[in-house]
């Protein structure tokens, strides 16, 4: 991990990875973070107020928005921030959601062009591929974004187009299982089932994605803290470096 505490919980062992990756034939990861550190090293708050911006010149106003600073969880609590307000028949909800997540794409094709590989993450995605691993990819970015950054790293073609990232409808970004869905349904004309299918990701709404499509969740973790979190959300698995979860595959 990139820092350490004291009271930090420590990374699975051999055999506990073993027994978690037993059987598995499909490998899905979170795309922010387990492959790209996109908002590392620059925060997002030029986002938020974007944002805060567009929210304001449509007249709409809500205090469960303006006290967030996350454009990701903005985005996903814009349909629920209006009482009153179905967003499926408000035109205006779907303009802002529209705009904004076009901000947001804009704001990760910018970035991925920038961006150094999460540490030892192309070396894990290749020797998954040679090792026979289905491989997918279930993320709250622009999926556009994502096949952008894969193609420059060489690995586009070890995906084979199962990119299944934000669409229209914010409700269904993670937290929600949607994402986690599609690559199952990509995935199951190979015979491959969801018991078989593991997704690597390091938020609790990645944990909560896994949970709710019903596939195993390994977590990534950097830095005790985030360590921490995802412990207490109830991971109970999780690594602190790709090339341990490279070894952890090729030991199953």
Known sequence: MTSTDADAPEPSSPAALAEVLDGVRCVMFDFDGP??????????????????????????????????????????????????RMFE????LRSVASVFGEHLTLEELERVGRADPTEGAVECVKALYERGFTLAIATNNAPESVQTYLKSHGID????????????????????????????????PDGITRDQCVLLGDTPGDLAAA??????????????????RLTAAGTRYWVASLDRLSEAFGDA
């Open 211 to 228: 949970r709710g499509a019903g596939v195993r969740f390994i977590g990534y973790c950097r830095s005790a803290a985030k360590a921490r």
């Open 35 to 84: 492959l790209c550190p996109l908002y590392e090293e620059r925060p997002s708050d030029g986002l938020a107020r974007t944002f805060h911006r567009i929210l304001d010149d449509a007249g709409l106003r809500s205090p469960q928005l303006s006290g967030l600073s996350d454009p990701y969880g903005m985005l996903r609590s814009l349909p629920h921030s209006f009482p009153g």
């Open 157 to 188: 073609r070890m995906f084979a187009g199962r990119i299944f990232g934000r669409g229209w409808d914010p409700r269904r970004m993670k937290p929600h299982p949607d994402t986690v869905e599609r690559a199952l349904t990509a995935v199951a």
């Open 89 to 92: 028949g408000d035109r205006l």
